[in-house]
């Protein structure tokens, strides 16, 4: 079946940095982009970065632009998510998902969605 497992979360103080993983399985990967979204307590679900199928395109929330790096390897089929100069704003629930890129390239949605890690960013 299809997987999208996140890791990575946890505590880390205001500045400090995470590296979050998403491991898929279950699909072929390349042909899939893979976002990172994010979810706050009492907010809705914001999208945070997404890097194309063939990992030659990513975008960023404005929020998070010169911060958080994301990146693919095809060898490991896996995406992460580097997260530095963290802020307290940054605390949530972050979810890795998956769809296919000729979809998203139109506008789709994604197909396939982890359960998520928790990022807790203590001031």
């Known amino acids: 079946e299809v997987q999208l497992v996140e890791s990575g979360g946890g505590l880390v103080q205001a500045g400090g940095s995470l590296r979050l993983s998403c491991a898929a399985s279950g699909f072929t990967f390349d042909d899939y982009a893979i976002g990172w979204f994010r979810q706050a307590p009492g907010k809705e679900r914001e999208g945070v970065s997404i890097?194309?199928?063939?990992?030659?395109?990513?975008h960023y929330a404005d929020s998070v632009k010169g911060r958080f790096t994301i990146s693919r390897d095809p060898a490991k089929n896996a995406v992460y998510l580097q997260m530095n100069s963290l802020k307290p704003e940054d605390t949530a629930v972050y979810y890795c998902?998956?769809?296919?890129?000729?979809?998203?390239?139109?506008?789709?949605?994604?197909?396939?969605w982890g359960k998520g890690t928790l990022v807790t960013v203590s001031s």
């Open positions: 998902a998956a769809g296919l890129m000729s979809a998203v390239a139109q506008g789709g949605g994604m197909d396939y």
């Open positions: 890097i194309s199928s063939g990992g030659d395109i990513t």
